[in-house]
């Protein structure tokens, strides 16, 4: 109990210290200064990139010029297209992307707060990821576009019982990068769950996800009018007739590397719900944790960069806090979360690509 007693106590000073500046602010503003201290920690951590490479410089041409013929990531236009609405163009997408990462940090701390978790909870939450790939990748590879899908992400879990909102931002997220569908699994269960109508659940699929798919379809034809798109289908599906294993075999030497550097050391969180979740039978908080990680894995059969390929699998965390959180209560959940982040920061943050293993400093 005095052990106990000594790992709370200090939790139990910052919740004090945030209900304070919440009633002196409101929880608005401590959303939002919570988000920069934390995506401050972040650039602190693994630097900030100051122009684009790779991908993103076809990102950034896309800022400058939304509807250019022949940009390979034509497709994905949302990220891009509002950034030259705001008037972050060309390089300046990644001030666009910073952005939308400090926003994510800033709602995922909010609704929490919303949700009856405590301050010192909602603060470890966001904490996990603010130092984990969905924000470090974002901000170590310039122009990436991939904070713009995370956010939408987390707001399709906040909207998992209205349907309009809900299938409109799936419509968003396949607009910012295709991938997205590959969660599709997960937040249908989601919405399932949250429904909890059969009738309303099969009506609201039937004309969501059947409208997201013409409006995406239409999307891609318009866009295939103005000149063909480099990374399209065939790019992808291709290869795959030929030999099945073709992606995954450039990336299998080094996948578990590229797994581990995703969460590190947070991937304790979900392994523990998993398991309390099957103690208790409860299938759905399972399935509901282990379906993010599964279908963000399915991406390797087409493409390389297993790091960040994985990241998209963090509604796993989220998942996991709110089953763990039952069990053992905000305070103590909020210590393990919290000095999981201190010691992930001794951990070397690699990202992985391929069979390439790149040290983020």
């Known amino acids: 109990m005095k052990t106990e007693s000594i790992i709370i106590r200090p939790v139990k000073v910052l919740?004090?210290?945030?209900?304070?500046i919440e009633k002196r602010s409101s929880l608005a503003?401590?959303?939002l200064l919570v988000a920069v201290l934390l995506l401050g920690c972040a650039i602190l951590y693994v630097g900030f990139a100051q122009l684009p490479v790779y991908h993103g410089v076809y990102y950034a041409r896309l800022a400058s010029d939304p509807f250019e013929p022949g940009n390979p990531n034509a497709y994905r236009i949302l990220t891009p297209l509002a950034a030259y609405l705001?008037?972050?163009?060309?390089?300046?997408?990644?001030?666009?992307?910073?952005?939308?990462?400090?926003l994510l940090l800033a709602l995922v701390y909010y609704h929490s707060r919303k949700s009856e978790y405590s301050p010192g909870l909602s603060l470890a939450v966001a904490l996990m990821l603010a130092l984990t790939?969905?924000?470090?990748?974002?901000?170590?590879?310039?122009?990436y576009t991939d904070s713009t899908s995370y956010l939408l992400i987390f707001l399709m879990m906040v909207c998992r019982e209205r349907p309009a909102w809900f299938w409109l931002l799936f419509f968003l997220g396949l607009l910012n990068r295709e991938s997205v569908v590959f969660l599709l699994p997960?937040?249908?269960?989601?919405?399932?769950?949250?429904?909890?109508?059969?009738?309303?659940?099969?009506?609201?699929?039937?004309?969501?996800?059947?409208?997201?798919?013409?409006a995406y379809l239409l999307f891609r034809a318009l866009i295939n009018s103005h000149g063909a798109v480099k990374n399209n289908a065939s790019f992808y599906l291709e290869p795959l007739i030929r030999d099945p294993l073709y992606w995954l075999r450039q990336?299998?030497?080094?996948?578990?590397?590229?797994?581990?550097?995703?969460?590190k050391l947070f991937w304790l969180l979900p392994l523990v719900a998993a398991?309390?979740?099957?103690r208790r039978r409860n299938y759905m908080a399972l399935a509901l944790v282990l379906t993010p990680v599964l279908c963000a894995m399915a991406q390797s059969v087409i493409a390389l960069d297993t790091s960040r390929m994985i990241a998209m699998a963090f509604p796993t965390l989220l998942v996991g806090?709110?089953?763990?959180?039952?069990?053992v209560g905000d305070d103590l959940l909020s210590a393990a979360v919290i000095l999981l982040g201190l010691v992930n920061l001794l951990v070397p943050q690699y990202y992985v690509t391929s069979n390439d293993v790149f040290l983020m400093r």
């Open 29 to 31: 503003a401590t959303s």
């Open 15 to 20: 919740n004090r210290a945030l209900l304070y």
């Open 186 to 214: 997960f937040f249908l269960l989601l919405h399932w769950h949250s429904l909890k109508s059969r009738r309303l659940f099969v009506r609201s699929v039937l004309a969501g996800l059947g409208g997201v798919v013409l």
């Open 133 to 143: 790939m969905p924000t470090l990748f974002t901000l170590f590879y310039g122009g």
């Open 86 to 102: 705001l008037g972050l163009r060309g390089d300046r997408i990644i001030i666009f992307n910073a952005i939308a990462a400090l």
């Open 275 to 278: 398991v309390l979740a099957l």
């Open 321 to 327: 806090v709110c089953v763990v959180r039952k069990k």
């Open 251 to 263: 990336v299998a030497d080094s996948y578990p590397q590229g797994f581990f550097s995703v969460f």
